[in-house]
């Protein structure tokens, strides 16, 4: 329990087994999406199911095989590879309580619908929109820098890309500029 987080908030943490949770995860952060999911799930007693994306499957198969080196019992994690038609065994299946994604936004609404219409807890986490502020006290050339990475770093394929650059006060103009001057010579 951690009292007063903020103005009369309290946050506490329940550890709670379901029983079996699935984990549905993007190409683009192979390892670190998963990682998000299976250890905490099974920390509260679970056993967890990673459908790793069609376009990436070893870095799951890897966190497996690492698991087990490590002393996780046969049967706690498990990879299931597959397209459309093992999401969907995953999301209709009776044993599966809970399904975590990470993706696109119809994709996260599909699986948030189809799960929940089957009595799962669902956390579908879909097209992320992210924004960088830009306070007139900034070093602009490291901004711009930092905007045009964030920005187009992955060919903008990850869910931590900036959408949006808000530049505070007069800066606005020459923010611009640089991030053009940037942009340009990708």
């Known amino acids: 329990l951690s009292t007063q987080v903020s103005n009369r908030v309290d946050v506490s943490s329940i550890r709670q087994s379901l029983g079996v949770v699935a984990g549905i995860t993007p190409f683009n952060f192979p390892a670190m ?56 065994g995953l999301l209709d299946h009776p044993d599966v309580a809970a399904v975590s994604f990470v993706g696109s936004t119809p994709i996260a609404r599909y699986i948030h619908a189809t799960a929940s219409a089957n009595g799962k807890r669902v956390q579908a986490l879909g097209g992320a929109k992210n924004h960088m502020l830009v306070l007139p006290d900034a070093d602009l050339d490291a901004a711009a820098d930092a905007a045009v990475s964030a920005a187009y770093g992955s060919a903008g394929e990850r869910c931590m890309a900036i959408s949006a650059v808000v530049a505070v006060g007069a800066i606005g103009d020459e923010l611009v500029a640089k991030i053009r001057e940037r942009a340009e010579k990708i």
Do not use: R
Request: charged letters at 20%.
């Open 33 to 88: 999406v998963p990682m998000w999911m299976f250890p905490l799930a099974i920390a509260c007693g679970n056993t967890f199911v990673l459908k790793p994306s069609e376009k990436d499957p070893s870095a799951a198969n890897l966190l497996a095989e690492l698991a087990s080196e490590a002393g996780l019992p046969d049967g706690v994690l498990n990879v299931l590879h597959g397209d459309k038609v093992a999401v969907d």
